[in-house]
């Protein structure tokens, strides 16, 4: 079960002016089950996008990239049941034909579709079923169908994840609306499993591969659930302009700087909800690193933590076994690092100081943090004034369980 995520319902969705979705049922892996989703884009619209840096990269994210180079992106195709990763050329061959199908239905080039899949890697894409399944999703589409398309495309998650808001930009309400899907494989090296974003405002088409860039940067970089970077990762964003203001040309200005912090309120809520719909988990972990001299050595520290199986074995057992903790900070991999400037805090309660065992704390406060449903690391390294942080969740039997039936 989800830790403390609800399920969203349709009306917290706002429709984004200028994009319509359809959904349907093609059986491309299991019957009776919504697993084709389309996406169609108005003209004049930018699209920008941020992929896996798997280097065994799956077909999808591969057409995906070139079709974006060319620009006018107007039609999104995406399946679940089948990543078309492991697939070689052939791969290749599915992913452009079932462009060229949903194309041909909206007298499109193919290079203006951008496909996604998502589930089993090293199997055959069924494109005939795709094919097939593609009038019922286009004659689906409508503008208020996100959550039919966060249920569309999930796979092991236990909840679709969709948020939404509605910032106001030089006194003119817009409108930001994304879904993700992701429970497993989950260490966004770029952005998340798969996750699609839109809005109404206006923005400079030179902006957007930023305005994508950062977004992740700021939500789905900062998640883990198992420290594995899919071959499918993709995250979209869609700019329709079609809101009444005048064009955002930087992200640093007022109107910039609103719509980004709206943006990335929406991505973080759909990064943790994948956290928090990790397979298995029971907790919700924030993992924050502060006092490093960069950003990138307290991610470091931070990322060790979250994928260490001990540290997460140990807060599905409520256990505070908490030198895990500390030895994940050792090898972090910061050569000069002075352990005995470190100090460690799990919520309120303060473990460790100056690299050893507080002498006032006790076993039954760090039980009583450990219990909880949502918990807060916090490591201060004491070597500058940076800070990052990372959320991940804990490893139980589930997990495993859950990854040994994936393919039955």
Known sequence: MAVNLSVPQAGELHPVPGVRIGVAEAGIRKANRKDLTVVLIDAGASVSGVFTQNRFCAAPVQVSREHLQRGDIRAMVINTGNANAGTGQDGLVRARSTCIALARHLDLAPEQVLPFSTGVIMESLPVERIEAGLPAAIADAAPDHWLRAAEGIMTTD????AFSAQPSIDGVRVTVTGISKGAGMIRPNMATMLGF???DARVAPGLMQQLARELADGSFNRVTVDGDTSTNDSFVVIATNKAAHAEITSL??????????????VSRKLAQAIVRDGEGATKFITVRVEGGATTGECLKVAYAISHSPLVKTAFFA??????????????????????????????????????????????????RVMKQSEITVRVVLGRGDAADTVWTCDFSHD?????????S
């Open 318 to 367: 409520s256990d505070p076994n908490l030198g895990r903790i500390l030895a994940a900070v050792g090898y972090a991999g910061i050569d000069d690092l002075d352990q005995s400037r470190i100090d460690l805090y799990l919520d309120d309660v303060l473990v460790a100081v100056d690299g050893g065992r507080n002498p006032a704390y006790r076993e039954e406060d760090g039980q």
């Open 197 to 199: 974003m839109a809005t």
């Open 399 to 407: 997990y495993v369980s859950i990854n040994a039936d994936y393919r």
């Open 158 to 161: 236990t909840v679709p994840k």
């Open 252 to 265: 640093e200005s007022g109107a910039g700087q609103a719509l980004k912090a709206a943006m990335l309120e």
